[in-house]
């Protein structure tokens, strides 16, 4: 099971940009399927964004097009995921989430289907 370390949340006024990572380790030669979910406060788990390392396709939610953007250093084993125009709707914890198998299709959605997870970073969109 792959270890996953997430940072760089933060409080933002909208309009503002974060970039938040995510230092894995331990099996991620394996790993085939990374990506990015949230959690606002009384609603589900959501995928916002999903990146394939061994051939570096994404998926983004609809939410996240034109405003987010995920990308991995498969060198230094980290995932980032870069927000901009950012709104109070995206205030939610942020986790990142990895698994062995290729998850794509509507799978990189399925939470359910994820075995690594991060402990969560929150970010805040306020005036």
């Known amino acids: 099971q792959v270890q996953l370390v997430e940072s760089g949340g933060g409080s933002v006024q909208p309009g503002g940009s974060l970039r938040l990572s995510c230092a894995a380790s331990g099996g991620t030669d394996r790993t085939s399927t990374m990506a990015w979910f949230r959690q606002a406060p009384g609603n589900k788990r959501e995928g916002v964004a999903a990146?394939?390392?061994?051939?570096?396709?994404?998926r983004l939610a609809d939410s996240a097009k034109d405003r987010f953007a995920i990308s991995r250093d498969n060198a230094k084993n980290v995932l980032y995921l870069e927000m901009n125009s950012l709104k109070p709707e995206d205030t939610a914890i942020y986790y990142c989430a990895a698994d062995d198998r290729l998850l794509d299709g509507a799978n990189w959605r399925n939470q359910r289907l994820y075995e690594s997870w991060g402990q969560g970073t929150q970010v805040t969109v306020s005036s």
């Open positions: 990146i394939f390392p061994r051939h570096g396709q994404t």
